[in-house]
């Protein structure tokens, strides 16, 4: 089964330019979307602190499929185009049963894939790998701690984190996660997440702030609108999760702050939209 969905991805990364620019080209660099309000009050006033635990996630409703999007942006005052294809399966990972997760792109400065491997029951990442050219980075979750590396530009950053607990896995990972949960109008809970670039946890706020009809290219559907952000407030991502079915994001949309760690430029965007599918 194929089909499309909208999704805006906007990505902020810590590590030095140049390795940057290696590993994500346009697709990953430092964005922002300018009136798009995800850091409200509400949601940083429930992470006062870190979560000391996830709430309960549930695989029962994922289904397996392809989505394919079409993408427009601009970097730096420069347009561009890009697609990519997402893809939810079901897998073994060294015996274990999993959810592979698998986001392959083909961007201005070339192809680039991030699989992530799931538990299949409880949502949470096992493994990850993202690559784009030579660069590379491979992640291992286990036992609260996660181990791996960062290629890119003849540098290698090595991965040795203690996060005390289970973690989400930023983007997409996250956000099926995200998916699976009890959402209903006022629904709020803490989130654990893994930062890659900062190698730390990060505390997130998670609340339903209604309802909507949205539509894209493929369909109008019936939603959930989801903001999650830091304590801070100074960042965070609008979900549009539908209401019933398969709970797929039908549109995402994230702000990042003007400037975070790396000198990456900042007043770029990047739009994904859903087109005709197969």
Do not use: C
Not at 59 to 76: F, L, P, R, S, W
Not at 132 to 161: D, H, R, W, Y
Not at 233 to 255: D, F, M, N
């Amino acid at each position: 089964h194929t089909s499309v969905l909208d999704r805006t991805k906007y990505v902020s990364m810590e590590m030095d330019a140049a390795i940057l620019a290696a590993l994500f080209g346009l697709e990953k660099l430092h964005v922002s979307l300018a009136g798009v309000d995800t850091a409200a009050d509400g949601i940083a006033a429930t992470m006062a602190a870190i979560p000391t635990k996830l709430p309960t996630f549930s695989a029962k409703g994922v289904k397996t499929g392809k989505y394919k999007y079409a993408q427009k942006g601009e970097i730096m005052g420069k347009p561009f185009e890009a697609t990519s294809t997402l893809s939810i399966a079901k897998a073994k990972r060294g015996g274990q049963n999993v959810w592979m997760v698998s986001d392959e792109a083909k961007t201005p400065m070339g192809n680039a894939s991030d699989t992530t491997y799931l538990d299949s029951k409880t949502m949470l990442p096992v493994s990850r790998s993202i690559k784009q050219g030579p660069a590379t980075i491979e992640l291992a979750f286990k036992n609260g701690t996660v181990k791996g590396s960062l290629k890119a530009g003849g540098q290698e950053m090595p991965v040795n984190a203690n996060t005390e607990g289970p973690v989400l896995s930023e983007g997409t990972p996250m956000q099926l996660a995200v998916s699976t949960l009890p959402l209903a109008n006022g629904y709020k809970v803490g989130l654990r997440s893994f930062d890659i670039m900062t190698a730390k946890v990060e505390g997130l706020g998670l609340e339903v702030k209604g309802t909507e009809n949205v539509s894209v290219p493929a369909g109008k559907f019936n939603v959930y609108r989801v903001e999650i952000a830091p304590a801070d407030g100074s960042s965070g991502q609008t979900l549009w999760i539908e209401k019933t079915g398969a709970r797929r994001i039908v549109k995402w949309e994230t702000k990042m702050p003007a400037q975070k760690g790396g000198g990456m430029p900042a007043g770029s965007r990047y739009q994904t939209t859903r087109h005709s599918g197969e």
